[in-house]
């Protein structure tokens, strides 16, 4: 008499003793090892609802094993006839009615003790499954109402802003120095003093200038009348074309020394070059100037400039902002508009920015220069764009969801990401003007459970009020 595995055996050809092979690798207790990984699945399922999602897929494949079980000679004709795993699967998934994964399942059973008990026991854990699941859809409904603060969304502007360092400096910063020799005889200026262009701040002694132009155009003289009188000589042919050229030209050069004496003569009195104050005076009256001391420092500050490191990946938004906004801690905070004066085409070699200079009209004077300030740079904005406070987004891998209120239930909701600023997210896909997104109580809700509002805002600043 055959026992049930020599049965077995007659049933299925050397051709597919490959098939023998693999279904007696498995171990016997394949079902006892599926239903301790469903359990091990539903207990780190964080909600009702994904434990209800698990507790399908679990019937689901059960199911199908099922069938396989009940057409226990249909498998076995299948099994015998195909040529690999692959065509097999394909072929129980036509002949049985079966998913990918419901076929996969029935070809990694075993023939050997495929039995009428096996079949009831596959019934009854389908049927408990069943009950398991009908009690978490009346714990859905039976959900609790969850209090929750929902946001009305209102279109408003939203920008992608960056807010880098800077300091202010003079937009000019002049040292004005001697140009000749001489003794300081006045300082007409003091520091801090307010300028103007032209205005004398320092007087030298004239005396030997003045004596050199004195000298300069005596010489100067004699050589025009010279030259006048050798004019009508030479009318009268009384005089030679060399000798008018000769005191032409001597007279030309004492003009050029008589122009220089001048020029030291009116340098005597020393004159600020721009408008500006006065920031440092470097001399003492009496006291002894060569050509090219320094004499005074003069800042221009009716307007100043505001120097930013720019990194390299801003560098090509900057490129189109011209107008931008600086706070200036040091005087309470105060914005001022500035524009885009210059952007420098290369990059510091050490800290690899490229400086960027603003300008910033200063007609009070109370901008000073060195004070510590906050650039903000606008690099695109969104007039009318939705956006939800970030915490208010819940990302589970590469998905983001919010949960939106809609007759009195929560809602969820896959949204896309765009701009940020600050703690507010603009959504570009997912929400619309009017939804109510819940942001507080957000974390506690599930899919379509009551919940009760207890307040609704529509500025985002209210939420923490």
Not at 275 to 280: I, K, S
Not at 378 to 386: A, H, L, T
Not at 421 to 450: A, F, Y
């Amino acid at each position: 008499m055959m026992t049930s595995e020599n049965n077995d055996s007659t049933l299925i050809p050397p051709k597919a003793k490959w098939l023998r092979r693999l279904w007696g690798a498995l171990p016997a207790l394949f079902l006892i090892f599926l239903v301790l990984i469903i359990i091990i699945l539903f207990g780190r399922i964080k909600n009702g609802k994904e434990l209800l999602e698990a507790q399908k897929k679990g019937v689901h494949i059960l199911e199908g094993l099922h069938t396989g079980v009940t057409n226990i000679e249909t498998v076995v004709e299948i099994l015998q006839s195909a040529q690999s795993t692959k065509e097999a699967k394909e072929t129980l998934q036509k002949r049985l009615t079966l998913s990918p994964k419901q076929a996969k399942a029935v070809s990694e059973m075993r023939l050997i003790n495929l039995t009428q008990l096996e079949r009831r026991k596959l019934e009854k854990h389908i049927a408990t499954l069943r009950r398991e699941m009908s009690a978490g859809q009346r714990g859905l409904k039976d959900q609790p109402v969850a209090n929750v603060v929902a946001l009305k969304i209102v279109p408003r502007p939203i920008r992608d802003r960056i807010d880098l360092p800077g300091t202010l400096k003079p937009w000019a910063d002049l040292n004005v120095v001697a140009e000749v020799r001489g003794k300081v005889i006045e300082k007409t200026v003091t520091e801090g003093t307010r300028v103007k262009k032209g205005e004398i701040i320092v007087k030298l002694d004239q005396r030997e200038s003045r004596n050199d132009f004195d000298s300069a155009k005596a010489s100067y003289d004699m050589a025009l009348a010279q030259l006048n009188r050798l004019k009508e000589l030479y009318k009268e042919q009384l005089a030679t074309r060399e000798q008018l050229d000769n005191v032409t030209a001597q007279m030309k050069r004492l003009k050029a020394a008589m122009d220089n004496a001048a020029l030291n003569l009116e340098r005597c009195d020393i004159r600020a070059p721009i408008d500006g104050v006065v920031n440092q005076i470097y001399i003492e009256k009496g006291q002894y100037l060569s050509t090219s001391d320094k004499v005074a420092e003069i800042l221009q500050m009716d307007r100043v400039k505001v120097e930013v490191g720019i990194p390299e990946s801003d560098v090509d938004a900057v490129r189109r902002v011209d107008d931008y906004q600086v706070r200036i801690d040091a005087l309470d905070g105060k914005i001022y508009s500035a524009k885009k004066h210059f952007l420098s085409n290369t990059a510091d070699a050490m800290a690899r920015l490229y400086n960027l200079d603003l300008m910033i009209e200063n007609t009070t004077g109370e901008i000073l220069p060195d004070m510590f300030a906050r650039i903000e740079i606008v690099k695109q904005e969104v007039s009318e764009g939705i956006s939800i406070p970030l915490y208010a987004v819940i990302s589970r891998g590469e998905t983001n969801i919010v949960y939106v209120v809609n007759s009195e239930k929560a809602h969820r909701r896959e949204v896309e990401l765009g701009l940020q600023e600050g703690w507010m997210v603009q959504i570009t896909k997912g929400l619309k003007s009017g939804d109510k997104v819940i942001v507080v109580g957000h974390r506690d809700v599930n899919d379509e459970q009551p919940v009760n509002v207890v307040r609704t805002v529509q500025d985002p600043q209210d939420i923490i009020k």
